[in-house]
T-cell receptor, first 114, second 111 residues
Framework: DSGVTQTPKHLITATGQRVTLRCSPR?????VYWYQQSLDQGLQFLIQ???????AKGNILERFSAQQFPDLHSELNLSSLELGDSALYFC?????????????FGEGSRLTVL | GDSVVQTEGQVLPSEGDSLIVNCSYE??????LFWYVQYPGEGPQLHLK?????DKGRNKGFEAMYRKETTSFHLEKDSVQESDSAVYFC??????????FGTGTSLTVIP
C-alpha cells in the first residue's frame, strides 16, 4: 500500500461526457502528479501540483484540467471525452523537498469511453 | 527538454539467463535516476535508484550504475527468475522535481 488513494477504480462512460478523478496523496506529501497510461504508451506526464499551485504541465489536453485543494487532495477533470481518452490514469505524490527521490503511485483509475 | 529512452517492447529471457535493459537519458541538469516496476493491476513502484553520478542502485539482485559520461542507467541482473516478470520503467527526476519516464519494457521470464 503506497498510501496514495485514487477513486474511482473503474469508470465507464460515453463519448462527449465529463468525468472527475480524485486523488488523496500520502500524508505529508505536498506534490501531486497525474499520469496517463495507454496501451503501449508508457507513462505520459500530464500535470504536477505543489501545495495547491500548478508547478509543471506535460502533455495535457485543453479538454483536461486539474486542481489541488487546500487539504492537498487533487482532482483531474476530463471533458468532451473521446474514445482515445480510454486509459489508466495514475496519481502519484512526493515529499518534494530538493531531489525527493521517489514517487508514490496510487492504483490508478481505469477510464473506458464507449 | 528532459527525456528517457529505454529498451522498447518485450524481453523474453529464460529463467537463469542474464538480463540487460538499456536506459539512456537526456537532461541539462543533474538528475536522480530510477527504475520503477509495475506488476499487473498495480501502480508503478520504486525498484531502485541512484542519486548522483557513479552511484549504483541495487535491489533483489538487480543493479544499475549511474553513468554520467554515457548518460545511461542500464538495468542488469545475472540470473532472472520467473517472479521478476513485470513492466520496468526507467525514469529521471530533475532539479525541478519533475519526473520523466521511458515507455516501459515488459519483462516476461520463461520458466
Amino acid at each position: 500500500d503506497s498510501g496514495v488513494t485514487q477513486t474511482p477504480k473503474h469508470l465507464i462512460t460515453a463519448t462527449g461526457q465529463r468525468v472527475t478523478l480524485r486523488c488523496s496523496p500520502r500524508s505529508g506529501d505536498l506534490s501531486v502528479y497525474w499520469y496517463q497510461q495507454s496501451l503501449d504508451q508508457g507513462l505520459q506526464f500530464l500535470i504536477q501540483y505543489y501545495n495547491g499551485e500548478e508547478r509543471a504541465k506535460g502533455n495535457i489536453l485543453e479538454r483536461f484540467s486539474a486542481q489541488q485543494f487546500p487539504d492537498l487532495h487533487s482532482e483531474l477533470n476530463l471533458s468532451s471525452l473521446e474514445l482515445g481518452d480510454s486509459a489508466l490514469y495514475f496519481c502519484a505524490s512526493s515529499v518534494d523537498s530538493g531531489l525527493s527521490g521517489e514517487l508514490f503511485f496510487g492504483e490508478g483509475s481505469r477510464l473506458t469511453v464507449l | 527538454g528532459d527525456s528517457v529512452v529505454q529498451t522498447e517492447g518485450q524481453v523474453l529471457p529464460s529463467e537463469g539467463d542474464s538480463l540487460i535493459v538499456n536506459c539512456s537519458y537526456e537532461t541539462t541538469q543533474y538528475p536522480s535516476l530510477f527504475w520503477y516496476v509495475q506488476y499487473p493491476g498495480e501502480g508503478p513502484q520504486l525498484h531502485l535508484k541512484a542519486m548522483k553520478a557513479n552511484d549504483k542502485g541495487r535491489n533483489k539482485g538487480f543493479e544499475a550504475m549511474y553513468r554520467k559520461e554515457t548518460t545511461s542507467f542500464h538495468l542488469e541482473k545475472d540470473s532472472v527468475q520467473e517472479s521478476d516478470s513485470a513492466v520496468y520503467f526507467c525514469a529521471l527526476e530533475n532539479t525541478g522535481n519533475q519526473f520523466y519516464f521511458g515507455t516501459g519494457t515488459s519483462l516476461t521470464v520463461i520458466p
